[in-house]
């Protein structure tokens, strides 16, 4: 049985995608893998006991041992897990795979530069590096100028299960909307997705926009547009804004995958989204592709969904199928398919 030791210094902060990525990958370890690996958690601090409450929660409650950075070696992990993009501390030997997600600190401009250091660190101490995309690795590959064949592209992935939890509000009372999710900053398309609402309500006035997701540089307070900010929601609750949404709407400019595209496929909202960077990796042939930065294409795609409800159905039935395909279970096995030969 292999036994890895994962970097768990940001899991019961990180409520992003990376969170939801690492929490994922150690419940379907847990849950399908129990014969094949066990696993350690690594944390900063050096009194576990402390903390052991707090980690454990961010787990859902299976009690994975703690220990720290600094005494780690004495379990004798077979291999590391750093998967926060790069090696949050150094002071390791031994074989040790990162999952480095995208390249966004690279590429765009003023976008967490100081994470520039630790996904080099991983590029010098983890011979062995994930990512989640083939456009990704060539990107990451690029940037870091380090051979592609270092990289292996392992698509995120959803679960197919309702949450167990009621959701926290009645979505029903926002119905009919458009739906975002993620922060609300350039990158994401939402100044796109602002005009092309102001478009569909001068002829669809009761359609509104909802956004779930922090508040980030895109959005000025004043547009002239019906919308609803959620900020940050519990699962259950996106889950159901998922579920009754006219469309999903997501016209980011650049993504390493872009998983709430296939999130809302899980849930059988239809999903409009760009033909750039990674997102056709994430949708496959089940959403409606509109060009990046085009308000006009992507109003005209929202209004052929609201009223065209034979290929809206089509769209929810082809998101669904497709989701199926890629769950967290895939992504947890091939994870650890590489973490095996790694320790090997």
């Known amino acids: ?22 929490r994922s990958i ?8 129990g014969d094949r690996i066990r696993v350690s958690l690594i944390v900063p601090e050096w009194h576990t006991w402390t903390v052991r409450a707090r980690y454990g929660s ?40 990162a999952t480095l997600h995208d390249a966004m600190s ?18 010098e101490r983890c011979h062995t590096l994930i990512t989640d995309s083939v456009f990704s690795a060539h990107e990451l590959a690029r940037e870091l100028a380090v051979p592609l064949d270092r990289f292996t592209p392992i698509p995120l992935g959803v679960s197919m299960e309702p949450p167990l939890a009621p ?26 997705l602002v005009k092309a609402m102001e478009r569909v309500q001068r002829t669809d006035p009761d359609l509104r926009l909802v956004i779930a997701g922090m508040r980030g540089n895109g959005l000025r307070g004043d547009e002239a547009v019906v919308m609803s900010e ?14 009754n949404a006219v469309v999903f709407a997501f016209p980011s400019r650049y993504e390493g995958f872009g998983l709430p595209v296939l999130e809302a496929m899980a849930h059988g909202a239809p999903v409009i989204t760009t033909n750039v960077t ?8 089940a959403a409606h592709y509109v060009p990046a930065d085009d308000a006009d294409a992507l109003a005209a795609a929202i209004a052929r969904i609201r009223r065209d409800r034979s290929y809206a159905a089509s769209l929810r039935e082809r998101g669904i199928a497709h989701a199926a395909r890629m769950t967290w279970t895939v992504s947890a096995r091939s994870t650890l398919d590489v973490l095996e030969r790694a320790a090997s």
């Open 1 to 22: 049985m292999l036994h890895v030791g994962v970097d768990a210094w940001n899991l019961p902060a990180d409520q992003r995608g990376v969170g939801r990525y690492v």
């Open 26 to 33: 150690l419940r379907e370890w847990h849950t399908s893998f």
């Open 58 to 97: 961010a787990t859902g409650g299976v009690p994975y041992p703690i220990l720290s950075r600094a005494f780690h070696a004495r379990a004798q992990p077979d291999v590391l897990w750093f998967p926060w993009n790069g090696c949050s501390w150094l002071n390791f030997s031994g074989p040790a795979v």
């Open 106 to 123: 690279f590429v765009i401009p003023d976008h967490e530069s100081q994470a520039k250091v630790i996904f080099r660190n991983a590029a």
């Open 167 to 192: 959701p926290r509000i009645d979505v029903r009372e926002l119905a009919p909307y458009v739906l975002f999710v993620g922060t609300s900053e350039q990158r994401k398309g939402i100044v796109t």
């Open 230 to 243: 959620l900020g940050h929601v519990d699962d259950a609750t996106l889950a159901a804004l998922y579920r």
């Open 278 to 285: 990674a997102i056709p990796e994430a949708a496959g042939d």
